[in-house]
């Protein structure tokens, strides 16, 4: 047995929602009364955990269109173990919707969820959630708050298939698009194609952000074992959700708490994790916001350093073959912390919501399929965590995926062709007039943070049709935006400081030489001081800033991605107080 350093707390004892519920008060009988016409008996107010069942359900939101009826499972789970469920819909940003990019509004939501906690009776919380943006904000939420909180994802979709082979979410919308572009696919074909790719209620099913921000709160410990890869139609998805509402009752009890779960051994882990599952870079992004939320020190120093030598064994698109529903019949996520832990790479005392350590839960698990989970003898990329590079064109770092990376551009010198944002980009891209080849290095601006703004998913910019119909699928691509964790290729990204705030990125000319060393974690602009010292002092923003509304507020508070894009006012823990009443 691994050793536990956490005490569960007394029970019975007050809980906070007894300020709204305790006694018989005027206040006392108003908020409990009008919470009886929906027909709850009096004795359910007996002090009981009142737990908030936070729903990112959404109409809007289809791959957490199903978390209604997930809903259910998790009240049946709360009832059971004494409980008293509420089920509160929250802010839910539909990564396929949101415009100018769900990423804008994680934060947004993060700030909406912790208030909708703080400010109501809720004991602990169940955060329901699946698609990108949904899992980080109400993680987010829940650390600045730090009262007992379980994750529960909605699973990913099942499998696709198109003319008999496997269609990923969003890796195969890149790819046909391409396909498209360079003359090896038909629109009618691409329209056909549409039909396959979504075949059931769920996440994403490669391990795109969706199915890596389930592996992260697994892996962080605030999901029960398994709870990542299981599908969202499995009948073992619901059942994962009674047996998680039936978890968070005791979690109550013994005040098992975010700060007690999300500790630095526990980011490392998640860290690690990212790397053997070849999961999506914006687990980056979504990691460091979570960790300042919590009071964690995490840094991109830290990405490197345990990212290092972990290899990607998870044979999953974009960077492998298999989707969602392969990893879980063949064990799942489980099968891969036994398998750090095995190789020394595992934090193995790291508390779970289970109230058990890591390596308790996975030490006795089985891998059923090796070529979906690989040996160490055979993994996809050797060195597969997130690789942070620096130089004087990220001073405060950039990140690259090794496992959705090709080898023979892993060192490389070309000459930039630069898109001064992302309608630049799409003006000059299919032009055939474009002076580009596949040795040049594609740089786009004005993508970060504040730009966009909101950093979108752009960072994967399609080839030029001139350089595809030549075979060629992969170039060296550089900017500050983000990439979609379904998407390939080598591209660098979150680049910080990011252009709009005047970063070096944002004196990159066309023509000028840049240097990619990844080995070496090197992004250099092969420029002198003194030159790039003269054009960042002639340098102005090409973009106004917001003048009012959320904009404003983003674009004013948010900072870089190299910490985790959150704003600056909502870093930290604040806990769970509550104010006084005004009537
Ligand atoms: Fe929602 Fe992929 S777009 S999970």
Not at 529 to 538: N, T, V, W
Request: proline share 5%.
């Amino acid at each position: 047995m691994s050793a536990l350093s956490f005490t569960p707390a007394p029970w019975p004892r007050r809980l906070r929602s007894q300020e709204w519920y305790a006694g018989n008060s005027r206040d006392t009988i108003y908020h409990r009364g009008w919470l009886k016409n929906q027909g709850y008996p009096h004795d359910l107010f007996d002090g009981r955990p009142i737990i908030g069942i936070l729903n990112t359900w959404s109409d809007l939101t289809p791959c957490n269109g199903h978390l209604r009826e997930l809903a259910e499972k998790v009240k049946a789970g709360i009832w059971e173990a004494g409980g008293f469920p509420v089920e509160v819909p929250v802010f839910s940003a539909s990564e396929n919707t949101f415009r100018p990019t769900a990423m804008m509004f994680r934060n947004l939501a993060a700030l909406a969820i912790e208030e909708t906690i703080r400010g109501q009776p809720i004991d602990g919380a169940v955060l329901l959630v699946g698609c990108d943006k949904t899992t980080p904000s109400l993680m987010m939420a829940a650390a600045s708050c730090d009262i007992p909180s379980i994750v529960v994802t909605g699973g990913p979709m099942l499998n696709g298939y198109f003319r008999g082979e496997r269609v990923g979410s969003g890796t195969h919308l890149w790819k046909f698009s391409e396909a498209v572009k360079a003359g090896e696919m038909t629109q009618e074909e691409f329209l056909e194609a549409e039909q396959s790719m979504s075949r059931s209620s769920g996440t994403c099913n490669t391990m795109g952000t969706a199915s890596t921000m389930a592996s992260m709160a697994e892996a962080l410990g605030m999901a029960l074992s398994g709870n990542a890869a299981i599908p969202a139609v499995d009948s073992r998805r619901r059942v994962m959700a009674q047996l998680s509402g039936r978890r968070i009752v005791q979690m109550v009890k013994d005040d098992l708490k975010p700060s007690d779960i999300m500790t630095k051994a526990a980011f490392e882990n998640a860290i690690r994790t990212n790397g053997a599952i070849g999961g999506s870079t914006n687990a980056v992004i979504h990691l460091l916001a979570i960790a300042g939320r919590v009071g964690v020190d995490v840094t991109l120093n830290d990405w490197d350093r345990c990212g290092r030598d972990v290899a990607t064994i998870v044979n999953l698109m974009p960077s492998g073959e298999y989707l969602m529903e392969e990893f879980f019949y063949a064990g799942g996520l489980p099968v891969v912390l036994k398998r750090l832990g095995e190789g020394g790479q595992l934090n193995k005392d790291a508390l779970t919501v289970s109230g058990q350590t890591i390596w308790d839960e996975v030490r006795d698990v089985v891998n059923h399929n090796e070529d979906v989970i690989r040996p160490l003898e055979r993994a996809l990329t050797p060195q597969g965590g997130i690789a942070v590079l620096r130089g004087n064109l990220a001073p405060n770092g950039a990140v690259l995926k090794p496992s959705a990376a090709s080898a023979h551009l892993m060192q490389h010198r070309g000459r930039a062709v630069v898109f001064e944002d992302i309608d630049d980009y799409k003006a000059k891209i299919n032009d055939e007039a474009l002076d580009i080849d596949e040795t040049c290095i594609m740089v786009l601006k004005n993508c970060g943070p504040k730009g966009y703004p909101g950093m979108a998913e752009v960072g994967n910019m399609g080839l030029p049709p001139k350089v595809l119909r030549k075979g060629v699928t992969d170039m060296i691509r550089i900017s500050d935006a983000r990439m979609s964790g379904t998407a390939y290729g080598t591209v660098i990204l979150h680049t910080s400081p990011e252009a709009a705030a005047g970063g070096p990125l944002a004196i990159v000319q066309t023509g000028d030489m840049i240097e990619v060393d990844v080995a070496a974690r090197r992004l250099h602009l092969d420029l002198s001081d003194a030159e790039i010292a003269a054009r960042l002092a002639a340098w102005t923003p090409i973009h106004e800033r917001a003048a009012s509304g959320y904009a404003f507020l983003h674009q004013t508070h948010v900072e870089g991605a190299d910490t985790g894009a959150d704003l600056d006012f909502l870093k930290g823990c604040r806990g769970n107080a509550v104010g006084k009443d005004s009537h």
